[in-house]
């Protein structure tokens, strides 16, 4: 009882850094929302939201490219290292035009703002990769430090420059002052193994594709099941209910914030493991039943408190068996984090993405018939939760397969 008391106590330790880093950058993304939707105006409150959904996309689709292959792959490789910088380089540049046609699209020729946004991804996806660097490292106190520091000169930046009057692009200029603080300040404190030989190579590209192609595709795939059911309900009831189905999910936003913390801690361990074996291998099974019970246990407490929690979020109550819904897809979703972790760390992304493809069909399409059949919009969280059943099923089966005979 002692010694699994102990590893409880330890298991805790190692992701309360991650954890606490999630938190820091979930807390700076809402509070600028916040700030934009009371100080911009609708109209531009409504163009920063476009902007910051076009910044959180490029983020997760490089994110599965380029961030997770610093973990699971050799970046020390000269081949593999080539390709990645390329990779990278041809990212921001991509990331960057897009953003500026899309300024162009929401606002006409805006240079100033076009000029400010195209910055502002470019250095969001340099951040990231130092992000990614430090996770794959397993530095998640430095992590942390890094998150607090990209919060703190944002606040800084976003204090001077709503002295002469906030804007839409002076905003944007604040969240890339703060974004090049903490790159400025941070690569240097990185080890010299991880910042030579910098130089683009095509050579590796085929090697690198082969894992991140589908490890990218996977990484889109849940902002567009929450994009698409969002839709959904908008065309079958109102956008009201769309409201209610968002009140519901902010309610138990801050266990999603403790869920995708674990989660990057997971892939780099996993990782670690494959590359030196002789340390031991994670229990992958402990791991998924101990996220989901605590996610379970919190999230019902959530529910049974959903009403006050609701009114003090959102200013109006919140059904528990939406918040109930909610914290049983989250609690899936982490059931299924460990095995992608074991998966993914031996490369076998295409697998991966296509347990989840399926998972994300599935649970759409229950909600179409349910929504088809006029059910109450408490029901969508509970049916995207089914195909996440199979999915975590799969990965599992994949993972004991996939394992080394010792």
């Known amino acids: 009882m002692r010694a699994a008391a102990g590893g409880a106590v ?21 509070g600028l929302q916040i700030l934009a939707a009371r100080g911009l105006g ?19 689709v490089y994110t599965g490219y380029v961030g997770d292959s610093l973990a699971v792959l050799d970046r020390h490789d000269p081949v593999v290292r080539g390709a990645l910088v390329s990779s990278a380089l041809v990212t921001w540049a ?6 500026a046609v899309t300024v162009i699209v929401l606002r006409g020729p805006d240079a100033h703002l076009a000029l400010a946004f195209a910055v502002l991804v470019v250095v969001w996806l340099m951040r990231e990769t130092l992000r990614r660097l430090l996770i794959a490292r397993m530095e998640f106190t430095r992590l942390l430090g890094n998150d607090v ?4 000169a944002t606040v800084i930046a976003v204090v001077l420059v709503a002295m002469s009057g906030l804007s839409l692009t002076g905003l944007v200029s604040a969240m890339a002052i ?13 080890p010299r193994e991880e910042l030579r030989h910098l130089r683009p190579g095509w050579q590796g590209m085929g090697q690198l594709a082969a894992f991140a192609t589908w490890r990218a595709a996977q990484a889109t795939l849940r902002p567009l099941a929450m994009l698409a059911a969002r839709v959904l309900v908008g065309a079958f009831g109102s956008l009201a209910a769309v409201g209610l189905l968002e ?3 902010l309610v138990v936003a801050w266990l999603q914030v403790v869920v995708n913390g674990a989660g990057s801690y997971l892939l ?61 897809y989250l609690a899936v979703w982490a059931a299924g984090l460990p095995y992608v972790a074991e998966v993914v760390a031996r490369q076998l992304s295409r697998a991966t993405f296509v347990a989840r493809f399926f998972d994300t069909v599935v649970g759409l399409a229950l909600v179409v018939v349910a929504l088809a059949s006029a059910a109450t919009v408490s029901v969508v969280p509970w049916l995207m939760a ?14 004991v397969r996939s394992r080394p005979r010792t």
């Open 268 to 328: 780099p361990r996993f990782a670690a493991a494959e590359k030196n074996p002789e340390r031991g291998r994670p229990r992958t099974t402990r791991l998924a039943v101990a996220l989901t019970g605590g996610t379970l246990a919190c999230g019902g407490l959530c529910a049974v408190l959903a009403g006050p929690l609701g009114e003090l979020i959102t200013g109006d109550p919140v059904p528990g068996m939406l918040v109930l819904g909610w914290s049983v």
């Open 42 to 60: 609708l109209a531009e409150f409504g163009a920063f939201a476009v902007l910051l959904g076009l910044l959180i996309t490029a983020s997760a």
């Open 94 to 99: 991509l990331a960057a035009g897009a953003g």
């Open 247 to 249: 009140a519901g999910r």
């Open 149 to 152: 520091l990209y919060l703190v």
């Open 386 to 399: 089914v195909g996440g059943c199979y999915a975590v099923v799969r990965l599992h089966l994949l993972a």
């Open 10 to 30: 330890r298991g805790l330790r190692r992701i309360s850094a991650p954890v606490a880093a999630q938190a820091v950058t979930a807390a700076t993304s809402l």
């Open 178 to 190: 703060g974004a090049l603080v903490a790159v400025g300040l941070g690569v240097p404190l990185l």
